[in-house]
Antibody, heavy 118, light 107 residues
Framework: QGQLQESGQGLVKPSQTLSLTCTVS??????????WTWVRQHPGRGLEWIGY???????YYNPSLGSRVTISGDASKNQFSLNLRSVTAADTAVYYC??????????WGQGTLVTVSA | DIQMTQSPSSVSASVGDRVAITCRAS??????LAWYQQKPGKAPKLLIY???NLQSGVPSRFSGSRSGTDFTLTISGLQPEDSASYFC?????????FGQGTKLEIK
């Protein structure tokens, strides 16, 4: 069974860049078998799909985040990362890295809370 | 984006009861719908995909159905461990979107 673990900053200042990394075990991010995805959950609210990287090269991002988001992969470490630029308080959320088939999210990291505050 | 409207936002039921949670899509999504269970402080867990297919390891008291753009998650014979929030997700078109969630309390 695949495992995912998020790591990164828990506190980011407004206008700066949020950076998170997901370490994957049990599957290769380069295999083309899965879409490696980021999902976030604002406190007490629903889930928001951020985007994915596939086969360590193809990416797709939620247009609601505009050009602020980048997802990249490091096959040598079997990790993928999220960068979200120019953050505001509205980006405060629990961020999950997720393994997804094309359609559904079948394995999740434990989640990491990122707070945007001065 | 496709909007997913879930109802009710919360429900309370007793052990052994049957509960239905619904999700309505703002446009046709075929059967491209999943249901997730989330317990406090934990990540969501996939329960059902393709509107009615049970994910491996999920108890058979969970079931899903579709009628047009309306989808229903039914839990039969509620157990104490079913206390959680439940979310639907459409996978018909990007960006994938989720319902706002239903909180299930076991009396």
């Amino acid at each position: 069974q695949g495992q995912l673990q998020e790591s990164g900053q828990g506190l980011v200042k407004p206008s700066q860049t949020l950076s998170l990394t997901c370490t994957v075990s049990g599957a290769s991010i380069s295999s083309g078998a899965y879409y490696w995805t980021w999902v976030r959950q604002h406190p007490g609210r629903g889930l928001e799909w951020i985007g994915y990287i596939y086969n360590n090269e193809s990416t797709y991002y939620n247009p609601s985040l505009g050009s602020r988001v980048t997802i990249s992969g490091d096959a040598s470490k079997n990790q993928f990362s999220l960068n979200l630029r120019s953050v505001t308080a509205a980006d405060t959320a629990v961020y999950y890295c997720v393994r997804s088939g094309y359609y559904y999210c079948d394995a999740w990291g434990q989640g990491t809370l990122v707070t945007v505050s001065a | 984006d496709i909007q997913m409207t879930q109802s009710p936002s919360s429900v309370s039921a007793s052990v052994g009861d049957r509960v239905a949670i619904t999700c309505r899509a703002s446009q046709g999504i075929g059967s491209w719908l999943a249901w997730y269970q989330q317990k406090p402080g934990k990540a969501p867990k996939l329960l059902i995909y393709g509107a009615s297919n049970l994910q491996s390891g999920v108890p058979s008291r969970f079931s899903g159905s579709r009628s047009g753009t309306d989808f229903t998650l039914t839990i039969s014979g509620l157990q104490p461990e079913d206390s959680a929030s439940y979310f639907c997700q459409q996978a018909n078109s990007f960006p994938y979107t989720f319902g706002q969630g239903t909180k299930l309390e076991i009396k």
